[in-house]
């Protein structure tokens, strides 16, 4: 066992704070990687408080991780000591069922194994990436591309899979008119990917504070949600509307936004059920749908494409004792875009 420095959530109330976690003896598969970047994504922050349901704690939390590899298990064939690496939101799946079977770890029948507050195949729990080290099986290790800092490439692994997996999904490309509600870690990440994939992207913000952002990020036009105008002059005019907010929003406002046959495509994951209007989606044969980050084979599509295209997440690095602080200011809308911890601060 190795004993590495984490920082955990002990109640669904309290602060973070300083822990060490055990990572388990490599395996004959297993890849053991100094952690190097953690971002902090907004879905650490509704685990560690509970907002999905009960977690168990004390859990440390984590899933946008890039480190180098440390040392590997006897036979790993994919990665070598001196590995630039990153791990993502899931450590394993069963890999047999039809959906592990086409690429579609992200929705194995018998459930992904995530990164963290999961059990993990040996039966102990799992714990992220508000660590020093961590232990992951090779196949569910990426490659960070040698053109991809580290620190810009973390937030890939979670925000830049969740955002670049649907407008895959969904065909965007030239010529679509792509729209992106919130623009926080996710919303930011898709406005580049969209724009690197030749569509027309808009954003749709709460206000027109992050307008100059959005516009050098990519996008081509900016809008304040809070202006009721808003809604009357975009009616009926996108292809794919990609909703990244972590609260309950408005939904039948922003479908009438869609084109016939749009979708609009849930990632974001409030604790409060969302409602739809059935017609908000019947007279112009919409489709309301969601999609979960994605699979290992199309993450390392992603990161490849990132890096051919130049694409790293906008970030600050903050230090481990700084964690709190950073989730207030996610709460509060108040980050440009991703903050990422220094894992040589834990
Ligand atoms: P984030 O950085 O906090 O960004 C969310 C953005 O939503 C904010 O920056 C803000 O943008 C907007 N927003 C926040 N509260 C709002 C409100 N009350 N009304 C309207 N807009 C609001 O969060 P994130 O890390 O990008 O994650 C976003 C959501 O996606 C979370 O719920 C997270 O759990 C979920 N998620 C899902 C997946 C998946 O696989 N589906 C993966 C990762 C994360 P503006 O200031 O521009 O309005
Ligand atoms: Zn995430
Ligand atoms: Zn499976």
New binding site residues.
């Given amino acids: 066992m190795l004993t590495v420095n984490a920082y955990a959530a002990t109640s669904a109330t309290g602060p973070l704070t300083p822990t060490t976690i055990e990572r388990r003896d490599l395996g004959p598969h297993d890849v053991l990687i100094d952690i190097t970047f953690s971002g902090?994504?907004?879905?650490d922050?509704?685990t560690a408080r509970s907002e999905w349901g009960a977690t168990n704690y004390p859990i440390v939390v984590g899933h946008e991780i890039a480190g180098v590899v440390r040392e590997v298990g006897a036979e790993v064939t994919k990665f070598a000591a001196g590995d630039r690496v990153g791990v993502g939101?899931m450590v394993d799946s069963c890999r047999e069922c039809d959906n592990c079977r086409k690429g579609l770890e992200?929705y194995c029948l018998n459930g992904n194994v995530g990164t963290y507050g999961a059990v993990d195949r040996d039966g102990r729990p799992t714990q992220g990436g508000y660590a020093q080290a961590i232990v992951v099986t090779e196949d569910f290790v990426l490659r960070i591309p040698d053109g991809l800092a580290l620190d810009v490439a973390a937030p890939l692994l979670?925000?830049g899979i969740?955002t670049y997996s649907p407008l895959r999904h969904w065909g965007v490309g030239p010529g679509s008119r792509v729209a992106v509600?919130?623009?926080?870690?996710?919303?930011h990440m898709a406005v580049k990917l969209a724009h690197a994939m030749g569509a027309e992207v808009t954003?749709?913000?709460?206000?027109l504070?992050?307008q100059e952002d959005g516009l050098r990020l990519g996008a081509d036009h900016y809008y304040a949600?809070g202006d009721e105008e808003t809604f009357a002059k975009l009616a009926d005019s996108f292809d794919v509307i990609l909703n990244?907010?972590?609260?309950?929003?408005d939904l039948d406002a922003y479908l009438g936004l869609l084109a016939v046959d749009g979708t609009l495509v849930?990632?974001?994951?409030?604790e409060e059920p969302l409602s739809v209007r059935a017609f908000s989606l019947i007279p112009a044969r919409r489709s309301f749908a969601?999609?979960?980050?994605g699979g290992i084979a199309e993450t390392q599509e992603m990161l490849d494409f990132c890096a051919e295209h130049g694409l790293g997440a906008e970030i600050e690095v903050i230090r481990a004792e700084q964690i709190n602080e950073a989730y207030e200011r996610?709460?509060a809308?108040d980050?440009r875009?991703?903050f990422v911890i220094d894992a040589s601060t834990f």
Wanted: with cysteine; aromatic share 2%.
């Fill in positions: 902090i994504c907004h879905s922050i509704h939101c992200q979670c925000a969740t509600i919130g623009l926080g870690g996710l919303g954003v749709l913000s709460q206000s504070k992050k949600t990244t907010v972590s609260a309950k929003i849930n990632v974001g994951a409030p969601g999609s979960m980050i996610v709460l809308s980050v875009y991703r």
